[in-house]
C-alpha cells in the first residue's frame, strides 16, 4: 500500500514538474473565464478580481507543490527584495508615462486633447494591488520556465498572447480589463509591446518588483493621462502612443538582442 502510494505520489510529482507551465497557463485562463462567468451571471463585477488576482495566486500554489518553502522564498522574496541599478528604476517607473505624455502633447499639436494629470489614490491602491497579483506569474513563474527553452523575445510573445487572451473573459462578460471602445486587436497589439518592454526590464533588474512597478505605471498612465478612447473619444491619441512604444521595442530588441533582450554574457 505505502509503495503504491508512493509510486503515485512520484508519478504526480513527475507530471507536474513536466507540464508545470501548461498546467499554470490552461489554470490561469480557467480561473479567468469562470470568474468572469460567475460575475456575469450573478451582475457581480467584484468576481472579476479572482480573475485578475490568479496568475500570481496560482504561481504561488504550483511554486509550493514543485518546491516547497525554498520555492516560494526565491519567487516571493528574492525576486523581490534585492539591489537594482537606478537606471532600471527609471526606465520601469517612467519610460511608458512619458511616452504616453509625449504622444499626448504631439497630438495636442494638432488638435487632440491637452496634457493633463488627473490622481485619485483609491486608483492607485487598485492599479498595485492588480500589478502584484499578476506578476508573480506572468513574469516570475512563467517566463523564466520559458526562456529556459526559448529566446527571451519568443517567450516575451507567449506569455504576451496568454496575456492578452487572459484579459478576453472579463472584458467580453463584464466589460473590464480592458479599455471601453478599444478594439481588442488594438489592445493586443499593446499587450504583446507591453510583454516584451516588461521581459527586458526585468531579464536586465533579475527584478519582479521591477515588473510590477512598470504594469502598475502602465495601467497609471492609462487612468490619469487623456489617452484611452473612454476618455478623449477618439482613438488618434493612443495610436500615436503605440507607434511610438513599438518603434522604442523595435529599437530595444535590436539594441540589446532577442535572444536575452540583455547586454549581460
Known amino acids: 500500500m505505502n509503495i503504491e502510494l508512493s509510486q503515485t505520489r ?35 463585477e467584484n468576481f472579476a478580481m479572482l480573475a485578475l488576482l490568479s496568475p500570481s495566486i496560482t504561481a504561488i500554489i504550483l511554486t509550493a507543490l514543485l518546491n516547497g518553502r525554498n520555492g516560494l522564498r526565491d519567487l516571493l522574496v528574492k525576486q523581490l527584495v534585492r539591489p537594482v541599478a537606478w537606471r532600471w528604476v527609471l526606465v520601469a517607473a517612467l519610460l ?6 509625449l504622444a499626448i502633447y504631439l497630438h495636442s499639436l494638432f488638435g487632440g486633447p491637452k496634457l493633463v494629470f488627473a490622481f485619485g489614490i ?14 508573480f506569474g506572468w513574469r516570475a513563474f512563467a517566463l523564466p520556465r520559458l526562456q529556459k527553452k526559448h529566446s527571451a523575445l519568443t517567450a516575451s510573445l507567449v506569455v504576451g498572447l496568454i496575456w492578452g487572451f ?4 472579463p472584458s467580453y462578460l463584464l466589460n473590464m480589463a480592458t479599455p471601453v471602445g478599444m ?29 510590477i512597478v512598470m504594469h502598475s505605471t502602465a495601467n497609471a498612465t492609462f487612468s490619469f493621462l487623456p ?23 523595435v529599437a530595444v530588441v535590436k539594441f540589446f538582442g532577442p535572444a536575452r533582450l540583455t547586454r549581460n554574457a
Open 10 to 44: 512520484s508519478t504526480g510529482s513527475i507530471f507536474l514538474e513536466r507540464y508545470q507551465l501548461t498546467i499554470f497557463f490552461v489554470l490561469v485562463m480557467a480561473a479567468s473565464i469562470t470568474a468572469s462567468t460567475i460575475g456575469y451571471v450573478l451582475k457581480n
Open 96 to 101: 511608458i508615462p512619458t511616452v504616453a505624455a
Open 122 to 135: 483609491p486608483q492607485v491602491i487598485f492599479i498595485v494591488l492588480i500589478s502584484f497579483g499578476e506578476e
Open 166 to 169: 487572459w484579459h478576453f473573459p
Open 183 to 211: 478594439p481588442f486587436g488594438v489592445f493586443m497589439i499593446w499587450i504583446i509591446t507591453a510583454s516584451i518592454l516588461i521581459t527586458w526590464v526585468y531579464n536586465n533588474s533579475k527584478s519582479v518588483l521591477m515588473a
Open 227 to 249: 489617452l484611452l478612447p473612454e476618455w478623449v473619444g477618439q482613438m488618434t491619441t493612443f495610436w500615436v502612443f503605440l507607434g511610438l512604444l513599438v518603434a522604442i521595442t
